[in-house]
């Protein structure tokens, strides 16, 4: 059964910086995509950033530079170290996980999140 765990949300000012976790079991790393979504009110569900069973990683646009995936293979720990944070990063931030398929992670990301697992999601507020 898969569980994805979520923490490390808060609130800061513009220009801090927060780290989540998500801690997930159930299922074999390598046969899974991991990522992060955001949701803030009133707006549709965006995609962060996502690592591939092969330790890949990519980010969406306005997250490039500030955002900083990654993973702790022993601890089953998917990290996610937001720097340069402002007030639109406001949002319910989503660990995700979904079993790789022939289509590639990037190909779940950007089209099938809707495939995922998702996690209990943890509150970010930026304030200005």
């Known amino acids: 059964q898969v569980q994805l765990q979520e923490s490390g949300g808060g609130s800061v000012v513009a220009g801090g910086s927060l780290k989540l976790s998500c801690q997930a079991s159930g299922f074999t790393y390598s046969e899974y995509c991991l990522g992060w979504f955001r949701q803030a009110p009133g707006k549709e569900r965006e995609g962060v950033a996502f690592?591939?069973?092969?330790?890949?990683?990519s980010y969406a646009d306005s997250m490039k530079g500030r955002f900083t995936l990654s993973q702790d293979n022993v601890k089953n720990t998917l990290y996610l170290q937001m720097n340069n944070l402002k007030p639109e990063d406001t949002a319910m931030y989503y660990c995700?996980?979904?079993?790789?398929?022939?289509?590639?992670?990037?190909?779940?990301?950007?089209?099938?999140?809707?495939?995922?697992?998702w996690g209990q999601g943890t509150q970010v507020t930026v304030s200005s």
């Open positions: 690592i591939d069973s092969a330790g890949s990683t």
């Open positions: 995700a996980a979904a079993r790789v398929t022939y289509f590639g992670c990037s190909y779940w990301f950007r089209r099938r999140p809707d495939l995922s697992y």
